[in-house]
């Protein structure tokens, strides 16, 4: 649970957290890694509360949500060399604005389908995905 500079209280959907490894905090969004070793991917999640949808952005934070997509897909894209990028705010299952930027590569178990409801997950082992969240963190900046 963060507090915002304006009073009010952002907190993680509890199925993202459970979910999801931290990896940095951005200016607008929290990113988080998901906890499936079969796909590189990525969960945005803007810290306002209340927000289920793009449109519930007003202009500005709308324009530093697209920011910071385009910043953490380049910064895997370099990472995994991957054939292509997934980006997506689907929201059916978690209310919660998130924005997903899943690697994906021709020879990945789910390809050329979307990654969702294929196969079952393969959790990373603590030290797998600490690295990739090192990674991550180092292609961001430091973020």
Same mark, same amino acid.
């Given at each position: 649970?963060?507090?915002? *500079?304006?009073? +009010?209280?952002?907190?993680?959907?509890?199925?993202i957290? /459970?979910? +999801?490894?931290?990896v940095?905090?951005l200016a607008? *969004?929290?990113?988080?890694?998901?906890?499936?070793?079969?796909?590189?991917?990525?969960?945005?999640v803007?810290?306002?509360?209340?927000?289920?949808e793009?449109?519930?952005?007003?202009?500005?934070?709308?324009?530093?949500? +697209?920011?910071?997509?385009? +910043?953490? *897909?380049?910064?895997l894209?370099?990472?995994?060399?991957?054939?292509?990028?997934?980006? @997506?705010?689907?929201?059916?299952?978690?209310?919660?604005?998130?924005?997903?930027v899943?690697?994906?590569?021709?020879?990945?178990?789910?390809?050329?389908?979307?990654?969702? @409801?294929? @196969?079952?997950?393969?959790?990373? /082992?603590a030290?797998q995905?600490?690295?990739?969240v *090192?990674?991550?963190?180092? /292609?961001?900046?430091?973020?």
């Amino acid at each position: 649970m963060n507090e915002l *500079s304006n009073g +009010t209280t952002f907190q993680l959907d509890p199925r993202i957290e /459970a979910d +999801t490894f931290p990896v940095a905090d951005l200016a607008l *969004s929290t990113l988080r890694l998901m906890n499936d070793a079969r796909f590189p991917w990525v969960i945005l999640v803007p810290r306002r509360p209340g927000l289920a949808e793009l449109i519930d952005l007003e202009g500005e934070a709308r324009a530093a949500l +697209t920011g910071e997509i385009d +910043t953490v *897909s380049r910064a895997l894209r370099e990472l995994t060399q991957c054939d292509k990028l997934n980006v @997506g705010a689907l929201g059916n299952q978690v209310r919660q604005l998130h924005v997903h930027v899943i690697a994906r590569f021709a020879t990945d178990a789910a390809w050329p389908r979307p990654v969702w @409801g294929v @196969g079952e997950r393969r959790t990373y /082992a603590a030290p797998q995905a600490m690295l990739l969240v *090192s990674r991550l963190r180092a /292609a961001l900046g430091g973020a």
